[in-house]
């Protein structure tokens, strides 16, 4: 009985987020202050400094506790039976023939992949280097024939980063380093077939350059909470994702199960691209959830009718991006989310969206943080050539770096729409009782080609929480990227 009343009593918390979500947009002064011991304030002081992919690994941990039955069972029912009736009276649009291409962020292999195809074929502006495309036509005219003969979609990228910033802690001052990714899709039926099974994958090389650190660990030379690059770390070959994914009634619902990185379902807009706009993991991804990064798990999501859609799924805790593929090393340790939302259609979803993510995560013993859940509210919509977004998170536990974070900005479409302009600004309480932290980024992401791009980046870190002398830090940053 105390397990059950445990079960229903956390349950009952989650539920609560989503009022207090709705609470925080009335009043942006209606936030959680959340105080720590001067035990718990050293060790997270210790830890903060590490890079994305290493924090997630020092956070793994083995326990025999299960979190709140009742919020995993609502998620893996959504995945699994997606209910028909109600698709098939809310006439529902006809959907892409993907499931990522209804539900995916921009990392998710069929949107990936699709973002390449779309520059490709693209007749907008003029480029300065179409000599760099006519190079790879070979390249795309096998691809096109390994995709009609064999049902297989591939491609991928490689992209180096460069960052320095004005003034470290601890040399070196810059961060240089390259990702190399290869995407892979094959399906059961044929390429136009909306209902096929497929399997999807994602293979990652990341690597430092030079006697630098890799850009994801700047942020520690200077004493920032966070990590001024989201996805460049130095974590050599990962296979970021590998699933069985089976859409249902022409792409209107469906699962996945297998590798998953939560972040490709959940609080998915077309802004948080971390390969063609911002850098900053502040704006890329909610600071104040911490989800598991390439972990086991399944979801499901549906659309209730043309507009709205719901996602739910729940995953090994412990996963991150080199775990070496330990299934549930840490034991019955789980993150679990369920997110609603609105769009105009699902072909608009990257562009015009509000989504509401409610997401609960167990103890985990060996990682010593402490049961963790919050809600993020997400809104991006695009008027002609301008998209303003904002999103408000907030959370209760240790776990997420932030429990309080706010962010604002813009992208703008330039040059005929084949270039961007992004401005953002986020700020954030420490859930270690540090304090609040600011960032802000400007970027340029200029086509040199179709398959060739260089973004120029400036950062600005206001009041880095470890940092005891300087108030703020400068970076500049410049990001090349190919893709094939």
């Known amino acids: 009985m105390k397990r059950i009343y445990s079960n229903l009593f956390s349950t009952f918390r989650v539920s609560r987020v989503a009022k207090k979500a709705f609470d925080l947009c009335n009043s942006t002064a209606n936030h959680f202050k959340i105080t720590q011991s001067?035990?718990?304030?050293?060790?997270?002081?210790?830890?903060?400094?590490?890079?994305?992919?290493?924090?997630?690994?020092?956070?793994?941990?083995?326990?025999?506790?299960?979190?709140?039955?009742?919020?995993?069972?609502?998620?893996?029912a959504c995945a699994l039976f997606c209910p028909a009736s109600v698709l098939a009276q809310s006439g529902v649009e006809a959907a892409p023939a993907r499931l990522g291409a209804g539900f995916g962020g921009p990392s998710a292999p069929e949107v990936y992949l699709d973002e390449i195809q779309n520059r490709r074929t693209d007749t907008g502006p003029s480029y300065i280097l179409p000599g760099f495309d006519?190079?790879?036509?070979?390249?795309?005219?096998?691809?096109?024939?390994?995709?009609?003969?064999?049902?297989?979609?591939?491609?991928?990228?490689?992209?180096?980063?460069?960052?320095?910033?004005?003034?470290?802690?601890?040399?070196?001052?810059?961060?240089?380093?390259?990702?190399?990714?290869?995407?892979?899709?094959?399906?059961?039926?044929?390429?136009?077939n909306r209902d096929a099974g497929r399997i999807e994958f994602t293979f990652d090389y990341r690597h430092a350059i030079g006697n630098g650190v890799a850009p994801s660990a700047l942020?520690?030379?200077?004493?920032?909470?966070?990590?001024?690059?989201?996805?460049?770390?130095?974590?050599?070959?990962?296979?970021?994702?590998?699933?069985?994914?089976k859409p249902f009634r022409s792409g209107t619902s469906g699962f996945a199960i297998g590798r998953i990185d939560p972040n490709n379902f959940f609080y998915t807009h077309?802004?948080?691209?971390?390969?063609?706009?911002?850098?900053?993991?502040?704006?890329?991804?909610?600071?104040?959830?911490?989800?598991?990064?390439?972990?086991?798990?399944?979801?499901?999501?549906?659309?209730?009718?043309?507009?709205?859609?719901?996602v739910a799924g729940t995953f090994d805790a412990n996963g991150f991006t080199s775990d070496d593929l330990e299934f549930f090393e840490g034991g019955a340790e789980f993150w679990t989310g369920v997110e609603l939302g609105y769009v105009p259609s699902q072909a608009e979803r990257l562009d015009k969206k509000i989504s509401l993510t409610?997401?609960?995560?167990?103890?985990?013993?060996?990682?010593?943080?402490?049961?963790?859940?919050?809600?993020?509210?997400?809104?991006?919509?695009?008027?002609?050539?301008?998209?303003?977004?904002?999103?408000?998170?907030?959370?209760?536990?240790?776990a997420p770096p932030y429990n309080t974070s706010f962010l604002a900005g813009f992208r703008k479409k330039m040059r005929n729409g084949a270039d961007i302009l992004g401005l953002?600004?986020?700020?954030?309480?420490?859930?270690?009782?540090?304090?609040?932290?600011?960032?802000?980024?400007?970027?340029?992401?200029?086509?040199?080609?179709?398959?060739?791009?260089?973004?120029?980046?400036?950062?600005?870190?206001?009041?880095?929480?470890?940092?005891?002398?300087?108030d703020e830090v400068w970076l500049f940053g410049i990001r090349t990227r190919i893709t094939f």
């Open 38 to 76: 001067a035990r718990h304030l050293k060790k997270t002081s210790a830890s903060a400094r590490v890079t994305l992919d290493e924090s997630t690994h020092r956070q793994c941990g083995e326990s025999e506790r299960a979190g709140p039955k009742l919020l995993r069972l609502f998620s893996v």
């Open 424 to 470: 953002a600004h986020s700020r954030g309480e420490s859930s270690a009782g540090f304090g609040w932290q600011n960032a802000t980024e400007l970027f340029y992401n200029y086509y040199l080609a179709k398959n060739l791009a260089v973004t120029f980046d400036i950062q600005r870190i206001g009041n880095p929480l470890l940092n005891p002398v300087d």
């Open 270 to 310: 077309g802004f948080s691209n971390p390969w063609t706009g911002f850098m900053n993991n502040e704006v890329v991804n909610p600071v104040s959830v911490l989800q598991p990064q390439s972990s086991w798990g399944i979801l499901g999501g549906y659309y209730f009718n043309d507009n709205i859609y719901g």
């Open 134 to 192: 006519k190079a790879l036509d070979p390249w795309f005219k096998f691809k096109e024939r390994i995709e009609q003969n064999a049902n297989f979609r591939m491609g991928g990228h490689y992209q180096i980063n460069y960052q320095k910033a004005d003034r470290v802690l601890n040399e070196p001052d810059y961060g240089l380093g390259g990702l190399f990714r290869f995407t892979g899709v094959w399906k059961s039926r044929g390429l136009e």
């Open 219 to 245: 942020a520690q030379q200077f004493g920032y909470v966070g990590t001024t690059n989201a996805i460049l770390g130095d974590t050599k070959f990962d296979l970021y994702s590998l699933y069985y994914a």
């Open 358 to 398: 409610l997401w609960h995560l167990d103890e985990r013993e060996d990682a010593g943080t402490e049961e963790s859940y919050g809600a993020a509210l997400t809104a991006s919509w695009t008027f002609g050539d301008w998209n303003p977004f904002t999103r408000i998170g907030f959370s209760e536990g240790d």
